[in-house]
């Protein structure tokens, strides 16, 4: 019998198409994706259900692992590298008690919109559903804390499931995204054809692009106010938008804060900045806030912390424009009079393209008369604070000395949360972005010790600081473990008062000095502790000694240095917007209390 020639070409096809694939273990081609993502690094914890992951990691070469002591820490710290690289991090969990230790760092990561793939091992496939050794729900548990997730229950899927999650993490609004993987996915061969080159979703298509005739109408009242206000927040930094918003500002010459989140965005050292704002925000910023008649918000979503109560925001008349690339941030605490949707970046480069082409400027008389208002508010100098007994340090005095000796160096700063995190943000001046890490949406104590791993092995030339506080510190204190196996030589610097501080400033203020559990009884020895992980660990009880310890730890390049600074168990963080209250009614001092 002869042969077509038809049959013949489906014959050639076919095994030309039998040479390009490979039979690969699922295992395989999650890392062939991962390795196709051009990913250098997993920070993660072995089980059983991911152990044909790990055995696949095993036999390659270009991502490295970082095996933590606590999956909470493999997130946190994969979201520290996302926060200081803007690559997306990349985290290893097991099935069970994996997923559900990795909870927080997954919720923490989507309340600050960042970048992040977390790989999460499940029971094989048959067992799903029938209370398996080690099942838990991950797509259930995870869906209100992630942008997206996906269950994966066939092999051939892996690769293209591995593409979504990285377009859908890094694009748009980002977030975190679970790929959960069935142990019998990732041990079963297929074909294996090579990493998607693209990806198209119907049902995800962020928009990137403004509309240019609200651009055009945001540019009409930003040159006609008389008292503007340019809001900004961390979508600024994930937008990679700040030399467009360095721009702006500087050719309008109008005021301008950030949020927690947006610190760095805008030089702190410029005088056009007016200091972070919200609860714990500067006269200025918070005055100018409710005072001004055009606000420009950018990359920021109007939170509780930022205006405090919206009844008292709304009681002054302003125009309001609001860039954001989520549309659901847009009004949604706070009624705006022109939204604009799309990629910050984008939008304020097509916003300064306008101003250059319109012969219009500022009422310079009027943008004069507001700049004095500012002036007037800024001479009260409100984080000003008394250096008290010359026995006692002030944990403002810790941070100020630390940027006075790092300002000029490349140095990254993460803390926990609590009042050393508000000290941090008050009188450290951030001038570059995403040099300042840390927890603001869900307000997560133990990340500052796993987000500066995560920096150091990103930035190994730069100096990392840990600000955190003997609370918060200990959360996670078991990766000093992790910082010796790794070589990431990092500075804690812990202002230690002995409270729960945020805590017992609540309790004085709002519960009559009733101090119910804020107290820290029992710490154990700092230095010690440092010393038994292999680390260095010093004492600083006087403040004399803050700035030569400060030194000694940065010359000790290759080590980890634990700083134990003792601070005044009594100090406050001012100003503070009282819950409730509106962002003008601020509490100075203790003479306000």
Known sequence: MEISKAELNVAAAA???????????????????????????????????????????????????????HEQAA???????????????????????????????????????????IISGQVPTPAIGLDAFQECDTVGITRPIVKHNFLVKDPRDLAMTLKKAFHIARTGRPGPVVVDIPKDVSFKKVPYTGYPQSVEMRSYNPVRKGHSGQIRKALQLLL????????????????NATNELRTLVDMLGYPVTNTLMGLGAYPASDRKFLGMLGMHGTIEANNAMQNCDVLLAVGARFDDRVIGNPKHFAQNDRKIIHIDIDPSSISKRVKVDVPIVGDVKDVLAELISMIRESSTRPDAGALSAWWDTIEAWRSRQCLKYDMGSPDVIKPQYVVETLWNMTKDA?????????????????????????????????????????????????????????????????????????????????????????????????????????YSHSYMDALPNFVKLAEAYGHVGLLIERPQDVEPALREARKLKDRTVFLDFRTDPTENVFPMVQAGKGITEMLLGSEDL
């Open 15 to 69: 095994q030309a198409s039998a040479n390009a694939s490979l039979d690969l273990m699922g295992s395989e081609i999650l890392v062939k994706s991962l390795q196709a993502e051009n990913v250098q690094y997993i920070w993660g914890y072995p089980g059983g259900a991911v152990l044909y992951i790990y055995d696949a990691l095993y036999k390659q070469d270009t991502i490295q692992h970082v095996l933590v002591r």
């Open 75 to 117: 997130v946190h710290a994969a979201d520290g590298y996302a926060r200081a690289t803007g690559e997306v991090g990349v985290a290893l969990v097991t099935s069970g008690p994996g997923l559900t230790n990795a909870v927080t760092g997954i919720a923490t990561a989507y309340m600050d919109s960042i970048p992040m793939v």
């Open 224 to 239: 006609a106010a008389r008292r503007p206000y340019i809001y900004t927040g961390g979508g600024v930094l994930l937008g």
């Open 410 to 514: 490349d140095a990254y700063i993460t803390s926990d949360v609590g009042q050393h995190q508000m000290w941090a943000a008050q009188y450290y001046r951030f001038d570059e972005p995403r040099r300042w890490i840390n927890s603001g949406g869900l307000g997560t104590m133990g990340v500052g010790i796993p987000y500066a791993m995560g920096i150091k092995l990103a930035k190994p030339d730069a100096e990392v600081f840990c600000v955190t506080g003997e609370g918060s510190v200990q959360m996670n204190i078991q990766e000093l473990s992790t910082c010796l196996q790794y070589n990431t030589p990092i500075k804690i610097c812990a202002l230690n008062n002995r409270y729960l501080g945020m805590v017992r400033q609540w309790q004085e203020i709002e519960y009559s000095g009733r």
